[in-house]
C-alpha cells in the first residue's frame, strides 16, 4: 500500500470511527456497533472554577427518597424475556473467580452513603476537565471494593440546563474519547459528560491474555472446513475465557449493563443533576433504555440513535444490515468509471470479490509478519461500510489492492474493528466479550452452526465469509436474564433510526420505539451507523429542540 492510502486509512480511522464498533468476536450479534463521527479540533475553554456540585449526606436520599444507585423499580418487577434460572452448560462457571492478577481495585469508600457524599475534583486535561469517581464494584455489597470510573467534561458555553452523559457504544467503548466528536458549538447549553465504563477504557477495566495470546485466537479459522478447524475455533473460546477470568478475576461478574447504569445514577448525583440527559448510540440506546426503565424517576431527555434489538421479535441480524449496505456500495462500484471490480454490474462486482474472499480461506495475503485471512478482510471490508457513500472510494481502493496482494490497507480496517492498534490489544477487545457475555444467556454452542446458516441464507454474500464465533458460549460468567425494557413512568424518549444503518438495522428503532413508552422515532433516510453526530441539519434541529425544551417530532418526521 503506498504512503499515500496509508494515510488515508489513518485518517478514516481517527474521523470515521472514533470509537470503532468491536466486531471480531462475533459479527452476527444483533447487541453492539456504534458512532461514526469526527473529533472537534477547536479547544474548549477551560472553566477553572466549575460549580459548586451539591451532594447528598446518607441521611437526605438525594431529592428522590433514595440514594444514588438504588434502583428506584426493583428488577423483580420486570417483565422477563428469558427464563432467569437458565445458563447454557457450556458456559465454564468452574473457573470461579480467578486469580484477577491483572486488576487492582480500588478501597470501597463504605455504604452507598459514603459514595454518593464524594466531591468530583476536576483537573484541566487538554481543552477538556477530567476527574476520578469511585463506585462500588458489587453494588449489593458496596463496602467489599471499588471500582474507578474515568470522567471527562466539556463544560457548557452558557450552563442553562443539567448536563447530557454520553456513550458511544460498543460494548466496551470508552466514553471520553467520544467527547470529542462534541466541540464548543454542539449543545453549547449543556455541560457534556463522558465517562469510560467500568470495565473499559482508563476506569477499572477488563484484562485478557497477552498479545501473542489474543493474536492466536483471532487468527484461528472462522469458517471452518472441517472437525479440526471447528474444534480448534471452540478451544480458542475456552482458552480466551479462562484467560480473561486470570487475570480480571471477579470484575467480570460485575460488568453487566444493570451495573453500568447505577454507576451513571451515582455520576448524575454527583453533577448536581436532577435529572439525567443522555445521547447513546447503537450499546448505548440499551443502556439509555435500561436507565429509563430502572430510573424513571431521575430520567430526563434521551436521545438514543441506531438503536440495538430490545424486543422478543424475531431479531434482524447485523449480518442483513452489512448485506444491504454492501450491495448499496456494488451498484456505486459498478457505474463508477474509477472502480476496478467486475464487468459493470453490481452482482459481477459482488461475484468477483466473494471469489476473492473465496481463495483467502487457503490462501492468505502476507502482510508482514502477519496475514489477511478470509474473516479479517470480510471485517476489514465491514469497517468502510459503517460509514456513508463518501468512503465508497476508499474501500473500492482497498480491496483492489488486496487483491493485488497489498493487504495491509484491510488488514489495518479490520484491526480497528477488533480493538487491535500498534500497541497490541486494546481494552475494547476484552471490554466487549466481558460486557456481551453478561447481559443476557445464550443458547450454548450446538447452536452456533444454525446461526451460521441462517447468516448465510440471509445475507449471501457477507454471512459465509465473517465467520463464527463460540466467546459467549464458553464465557466464565453467569449472564442476566433479558428483562424487557418499556421505560415505565420515565419522560419521553427521543429514538433516532437510520434506514441504511449497516450495524444497527433500521427496523430496531422501530421497534424500539414501539415499546418504550412515550417514545418518539426520528428517521434518518439514508446510510451510515450513528447519526446525531453527524452534522446533519436536519437532525440537528430535532435534537437540539428535544434536549433544550422537551419538543418532540411530529409522527413520522423524517430527515435526509
Given at each position: 500500500m503506498s504512503g499515500m492510502n496509508r494515510r488515508r486509512v489513518l485518517t478514516i480511522v481517527i474521523v470515521l470511527l472514533l470509537c470503532a464498533s468491536l466486531l471480531g468476536f462475533g459479527l452476527f450479534a444483533t447487541l453492539r456497533g456504534q458512532d461514526s463521527s469526527a473529533p472537534s479540533p477547536e479547544p474548549v475553554p477551560i472553566d477553572l472554577q466549575p460549580k459548586q456540585v451539591e451532594v447528598s449526606t446518607p441521611d437526605a436520599k438525594n431529592t428522590v427518597g433514595r440514594l444514588p444507585g438504588e434502583l428506584a423499580r426493583p428488577l423483580t418487577d420486570l417483565t422477563l424475556f428469558e427464563d432467569p434460572e437458565y445458563s447454557s452448560e457450556d458456559r465454564q462457571l468452574d473457573l470461579g473467580e480467578g486469580e484477577g492478577k491483572s486488576v487492582e481495585f480500588e478501597a470501597p469508600l463504605g455504604d452507598l452513603g459514603a459514595y454518593a457524599a464524594q466531591e468530583i475534583q476536576w483537573k484541566d486535561c487538554g481543552g477538556r476537565l477530567c476527574a476520578t469517581v469511585l463506585a462500588p464494584l458489587d453494588w449489593d455489597n458496596p463496602a467489599e471494593a471499588a471500582v474507578r470510573l474515568n470522567v471527562m467534561r466539556r463544560p457548557a458555553r452558557e450552563p442553562k440546563h443539567d448536563p447530557i452523559f454520553i456513550n458511544p457504544g460498543g460494548p466496551g467503548a470508552p466514553g471520553t474519547e467520544f467527547l470529542f466528536a462534541f466541540g464548543p458549538t454542539k449543545l453549547p447549553n449543556h455541560d457534556i459528560i463522558g465517562w469510560d465504563p467500568r470495565g473499559t477504557g482508563q476506569s477499572t477495566h477488563v484484562v485478557c491474555g497477552s498479545t501473542e495470546q489474543t493474536d492466536a485466537i483471532k487468527d484461528l479459522d472462522g469458517t471452518p472446513d472441517d472437525d479440526t478447524e471447528l474444534e480448534a475455533l471452540r478451544q480458542g473460546a475456552r482458552d480466551f475465557a479462562a484467560q480473561c477470568r486470570e487475570h480480571s478475576g471477579k470484575l467480570l461478574d460485575h460488568v453487566t449493563s444493570v451495573d453500568v447504569v447505577r454507576d451513571m445514577d451515582l455520576l448524575r448525583h454527583l453533577m448536581g443533576a436532577k435529572k439525567f440527559n443522555f445521547l447513546g448510540v447503537s450499546y448505548g440506546t440499551y443502556i439509555g433504555a435500561m436507565y429509563a426503565t430502572l430510573f424513571p424517576d431521575t430520567a430526563g431527555r434521551l436521545v438514543l440513535d441506531a438503536a440495538v434489538e430490545i424486543t422478543n421479535a424475531e431479531p434482524v441480524l447485523q449480518v442483513e444490515g452489512f448485506e444491504l449496505a454492501f450491495r448499496n456500495w456494488s451498484e456505486w462500484c459498478?457505474?463508477?468509471?474509477?472502480?476496478?471490480?467486475?464487468?459493470?454490474?453490481?452482482?459481477?462486482?459482488?461475484?468477483?470479490?466473494?471469489?476473492?474472499?473465496?481463495?483467502?480461506?487457503?490462501?492468505?495475503?502476507?502482510?508482514?509478519?502477519r496475514k489477511l485471512t478470509q474473516t479479517h478482510a470480510a471485517i476489514g471490508i465491514a469497517f468502510f461500510l459503517y460509514a456513508d457513500a463518501g468512503m465508497y472510494s476508499v474501500l473500492a481502493q482497498m480491496i483492489s489492492d488486496a487483491m493485488a496482494g497489498e493487504g495491509s490497507g484491510l488488514l489495518d480496517a479490520a484491526d480497528q474493528l477488533n480493538g487491535r492498534s500498534g500497541r497490541g490489544w486494546d481494552?475494547?477487545?476484552?471490554?466487549f466479550p466481558a460486557m456481551r457475555c453478561v447481559d443476557g444467556p445464550d443458547r450454548g454452542a450446538d447452536y452456533v452452526g444454525d446461526y451460521r446458516s441462517e447468516a448465510e441464507a440471509k445475507a449471501p454474500m457477507l454471512g459465509k465469509h465473517m465467520g463464527i464465533e463460540y466467546t459467549c458460549e464458553y464465557w466464565g460468567a453467569r449472564p442476566l436474564p433479558t428483562y424487557k425494557l418499556d421505560a415505565k413512568g420515565a419522560a419521553p424518549i427521543l429514538v433516532v433510526g437510520s434506514t441504511g444503518d449497516s450495524a444497527t438495522p433500521y427496523q430496531q428503532a422501530v421497534r424500539m420505539a414501539g415499546q418504550l413508552e412515550g417514545a418518539k422515532l426520528l428517521t434518518y433516510d439514508g446510510p451510515g451507523h450513528g447519526i446525531t453526530?453527524?452534522?446533519?441539519?436536519?437532525?440537528?434541529?430535532?435534537?437540539?429542540a428535544y434536549f433544550e425544551s422537551g419538543a418532540l417530532p411530529e409522527d413520522g418526521k423524517t430527515c435526509s
Open positions: 459498478a457505474k463508477e468509471e474509477g472502480c476496478q471490480l467486475g464487468d459493470g454490474t453490481a452482482e459481477s462486482v459482488q461475484r468477483e470479490i466473494s471469489d476473492w474472499l473465496e481463495t483467502l480461506d487457503q490462501h492468505p495475503v502476507n502482510v508482514g509478519e481494552t475494547l477487545a476484552f471490554a453526530t453527524g452534522g446533519n441539519s436536519c437532525v440537528d434541529e430535532v435534537v437540539n
